[in-house]
């Protein structure tokens, strides 16, 4: 049986865009759908009954949901080519740990960077200069989190790439200028065509961002 | 590393659930370690240099390579240690075990937070918030035995920790674990026959004097 594979999702999804990348490099066939995060699908509704957030794998009408679990799961599943995690237990631990500490600091802090003003915002842009750099001390001289190909931690971490630009006009500052292995990391990322017919351009990114700061009464 | 090149050392706070869980899941395997207690307020410099991103317990230290967080730690015990599988060997099970693992600690654990530590609406909307999630989770156990069905698994080690915290629960919150979510109490029970479970945690009004002693030293009253 041919395998069917649906990602509910969104274009400006930092958590889908993740899955998409890592569909791609599995070299998986796959429907995406649009979700409006304003007017959730019933589908996406009844099958993350839990968290009704995107994204939400459904593979062969079954749904996995939580963008790190299904990466683990798509690794799992389509053992073609190189794994995106480490066979190693302890580099494997090593990878999920930095892919949750990407989970736990960068969306919450660059939020709050584009969100406030004034004291509030220079703490949070100081704070994610340090989680940047915390990043980019990780990596070392290694050309991607996961050594010689592009990892679990890489694919986790590149969409937030497309928010950079948002993040710098927000905060006023520039993350090449703090984080510059950081940026060549990025680009190394973009060469693969799994990350750059996926990523975003940043411009669109920042209008959207402007766009919502509108919506959400916070300008 | 100042500490042994062999073996395997656990850094960990007594009624830690976290650290608790990787304390279920050594038993469960019969590994033999160092169980190592922390203050959290003057943390070792062993602890700070085994986390220097987190400063936090539980970390496991196999060999001399420290691994952290405690679903993280679970996973790596289970991958190292083959006896005893937590996880299931389905992919598509596997993803549900760590789907619900992670709601335990996005969720419960998050609500657990602000239960005991605000005071009138907000605690309410804890509250409301923490009966929700544990009925997800009843949900979710349905009627297996365990939440890994026929034998104890990873989502069980994740949550059963909290179980010794249903009291300070409800004397916070002012509800009652057993009329809201019977089925949880009778697997929280069902669990605690297990060695590997009753060893690890906790009575749970030590638990809540813990607590009461920490919102008191917190000024949180």
């Given at each position: 049986m041919a395998d069917k594979v649906i990602l509910l999702s969104s274009w400006v999804s930092a958590f889908g865009l993740r899955v998409q990348i890592a569909l791609a490099e599995k070299e998986v066939d796959y429907e995406f759908r649009e979700e409006n995060?304003?007017?959730?699908?019933?589908?996406?509704?009844?099958?993350?009954?839990?968290?009704?957030?995107?994204?939400?794998?459904?593979?062969?009408?079954?749904?996995?949901?939580?963008?790190?679990?299904?990466?683990?799961?798509?690794?799992e599943v389509w053992t073609n080519g190189p794994s995106l995690l480490p066979q190693?237990?302890?580099?494997?631990?090593?990878?999920?740990?930095?892919?949750?500490?990407?989970?736990?600091?960068?969306?919450?802090?660059?939020?709050?960077?584009?969100?406030?003003?004034?004291?509030?915002?220079?703490?949070?842009?100081?704070?994610?200069?340090?989680?940047?750099?915390?990043?980019?001390g990780e990596l070392g001289e290694k050309p991607f989190f996961g050594g010689e190909t592009l990892g679990y931690v890489d694919i986790v971490l590149v969409p937030f790439s497309s928010w950079f630009y948002t993040y710098e006009t927000f905060g006023g500052f520039s993350i090449e200028k703090e984080c510059p292995k950081l940026l060549a990391w990025v680009r190394r990322c973009n060469e693969?065509?799994?990350?750059?017919?996926?990523?975003?351009?940043?411009?669109?990114?920042?209008?959207?961002?402007?766009?919502?700061?509108?919506?959400?009464?916070?300008? | 590393m100042a500490t042994a090149a062999k073996g395997v050392v656990l850094l960990d706070f007594w009624v830690s659930p976290f650290g608790q869980r990787c304390r279920i899941a050594l038993a469960e395997k019969g590994v033999e370690y160092e169980y190592k207690e922390?203050?959290?307020?003057?943390?070792?410099?062993?602890?700070?240099?085994?986390?220097?991103?987190?400063?936090?317990?539980?970390?496991l230290i196999h060999e001399g390579n420290p691994i952290c967080e405690s679903?993280?730690?679970?996973?790596?015990i289970d991958e190292v240690w083959s006896n005893n599988p937590l996880l299931p060997s389905d992919p598509y099970e596997r993803a549900q075990a760590r789907f619900w693992a992670d709601f335990v600690d996005k969720k419960v654990s998050?609500?657990?937070?602000?239960?005991?530590?605000?005071?009138?609406?907000?605690?309410?909307?804890?509250?409301?918030?923490?009966?929700?999630?544990?009925?997800?989770?009843?949900?979710?156990?349905?009627?297996?035995?365990?939440?890994?069905?026929?034998?104890?698994?990873?989502?069980?080690?994740?949550?059963?920790?909290?179980?010794?915290?249903?009291y300070t629960f409800e004397t916070c919150g002012n509800f009652s674990v057993e009329k809201e979510?019977?089925?949880?109490?009778?697997?929280?029970?069902?669990?605690?026959?297990?060695?590997?479970?009753?060893?690890?945690?906790?009575?749970?009004?030590?638990?809540?004097?813990?607590?009461?002693q920490l919102k008191k030293k917190l000024g949180v009253d």
């Open positions: 995060l304003f007017d959730k699908s019933p589908l996406l509704l009844e099958l993350n009954p839990v968290h009704k957030k995107i994204p939400v794998l459904i593979h062969n009408g079954k749904p996995v949901c939580e963008s790190s679990v299904i990466i683990q799961y798509i690794d190693d237990p302890l580099q494997r631990a090593n990878a999920r740990f930095w892919a949750d500490f990407v989970d736990k600091m960068i969306y919450q802090c660059g939020s709050r960077v584009w969100k406030n003003k004034g004291d509030a915002q220079a703490a949070a842009k100081k704070e994610l200069i340090g989680i940047l750099k915390q990043l980019e693969r065509e799994s990350v750059s017919k996926v990523l975003p351009d940043r411009h669109k990114v920042y209008e959207r961002t402007c766009g919502l700061k509108k919506r959400l009464g916070l300008e | 922390e203050n959290l307020w003057d943390k070792s410099p062993l602890l700070l240099k085994a986390n220097p991103v987190h400063k936090k317990i539980p970390v679903l993280l730690i679970v996973q790596y998050e609500c657990w937070t602000r239960l005991w530590k605000v005071k009138g609406e907000a605690q309410e909307e804890a509250r409301k918030d923490m009966i929700e999630d544990l009925k997800l989770l009843e949900g979710e156990l349905g009627d297996k035995q365990y939440f890994g069905g026929e034998t104890f698994g990873f989502v069980d080690v994740a949550f059963v920790p909290l179980s010794a915290w249903f979510c019977p089925k949880l109490v009778a697997w929280a029970k069902r669990c605690m026959e297990r060695e590997s479970v009753s060893k690890s945690l906790h009575d749970p009004h030590k638990v809540y004097e813990y607590v009461c």
